[in-house]
Each structure stands twice: as structure tokens, then as C-alpha cells.
């Protein structure tokens, strides 16, 4: 192999191993072993394990982020833009599962960033901006766009992790079912106001 197939296996073989087992269940001799190379080969390319494992979130993260990016880049209707994100998630979801599952598992090496709720949090920094110009078009305060942001991106978030597990109902339907909850309850807010916070909601 040359430098950099060789550098592309222990990657492929390390990323297996950091799904199935964790950060720390995962050991330089176990990549070394089963890339069929001796420990120094691993050292070479990446310093150790913590080495490993960066490259690989860092690739993870920039996959994700683009696609969600992408997708709320494009013009469209709002509705389409939560239909789109949630879209993207689910993809890579299934497209990607190793690298999901890395990515919500925590670690020494990925505090801060390159975990799955600080790459949520840039994905809801852009969704923001969406929101504000939302809000300011239907006579609402755009101060309060970053939690909604966030509970918006939240909702797609948590749901994408349940999915992975269980992986049903259909990519489709779950993507339906989160632009129903989220677009229906979006297209009838109203004005939240300090005063009217914990009082109980008359019934018809």
C-alpha cells in the first residue's frame, strides 16, 4: 500500500472499532491488529489513538454539516427547509451509521467540539437567522428566534438518534411526521408575553 491507502485503512478499520466500542474500549494494538500492521504503523500515521480518532470526527462532523448546511441553503419555502433538514439528518443517518454513533458518543478527545451537540448548536446558529426573518414577517418578536432555533434543531436531533436505533418507521414517514409537529405548530404561533407565561390556558 502507499502512504496514503495505508492511512485510509487504519482510518476505515478505527472507525468500525470507535462505533462498536467507544473511545475509550478501543485500543491502538486492537486497530493495528486487525489493519494487520505492527502498533508503530498506527504511531507513524497519527501520533496514537486520540490521533485516530480526531481525523475521523473531524470528517464526520464536515459530512453532516455540509448536508445540513445544504439544505438550508437552498431557497424554498420554510416548511420545505425543515423537510430538507430533517431529510439530510436521516441520510446520513443511514448512509452513515459508524460515524453517527461517534459522533453522539462523547469522549476525552471531542470536548467542546466535534461532538453532536456542538455541531447541533452551529446547525441552529443557521436556522436562527431563518427564524428572525420569519418571525419579523408575521409580526413577532425576533429576539426570541435562538430558542426556538434550538428547540427546533432539538426535536430533528433527537428524533435522528431514536431513529438510528430502532430504524422504523420509514426515513420518509419520520421526516413527515417532524415537518407536521414542527411546521403546523410554527404556521399558528402567537406572541408569547412575560405576563402570560404559566398561566393555565383556557380550554373551549
Known amino acids: 500500500m502507499t502512504a496514503r491507502e495505508r492511512r485510509e485503512q487504519l482510518l476505515a478499520v ?43 470526527v473531524d470528517r464526520e462532523v464536515q459530512a453532516l454539516l455540509g448536508s445540513l448546511t445544504g439544505a438550508l441553503d437552498e431557497r424554498g419555502h420554510p416548511r420545505q ?29 471531542a470536548q467542546g467540539t466535534g461532538t453532536f451537540s456542538s455541531l447541533i448548536g452551529d446547525v ?12 419579523s414577517k408575521r409580526g413577532l418578536d425576533p429576539s426570541s428566534a435562538p430558542i426556538y432555533s434550538q428547540m ?21 414517514e419520520v421526516a413527515a411526521h417532524l415537518v407536521n409537529l414542527a411546521w403546523n ?5 402567537e406572541s408569547v408575553h412575560r405576563e402570560n407565561v404559566g398561566r393555565t390556558p383556557t380550554v373551549d
Open 14 to 56: 478505527a472507525r468500525t472499532l470507535f462505533a462498536e466500542r467507544g473511545f475509550e474500549g478501543t485500543s491502538v494494538e486492537e486497530i493495528a491488529a486487525r489493519a494487520d500492521v505492527s502498533k508503530p504503523v498506527v504511531y507513524e500515521h497519527f501520533g496514537g489513538k486520540e490521533g485516530v480518532y480526531a481525523v475521523i
Open 81 to 109: 427547509l425543515v423537510e430538507r433538514a430533517a431529510m439530510a439528518l436521516l441520510d446520513y443517518i443511514e448512509s452513515s451509521p459508524d460515524g453517527f454513533r461517534m459522533l453522539v458518543r462523547d469522549s476525552p478527545v
Open 124 to 135: 441552529a446558529a443557521q436556522v436562527e437567522h431563518l427564524l428572525a426573518h420569519q418571525f
Open 152 to 172: 427546533l434543531v432539538g426535536m430533528v436531533a433527537l428524533t435522528g438518534q431514536h431513529w438510528a436505533e430502532v430504524r422504523e418507521p420509514s426515513k420518509d
Open 185 to 189: 405548530g410554527l404556521s399558528n404561533f
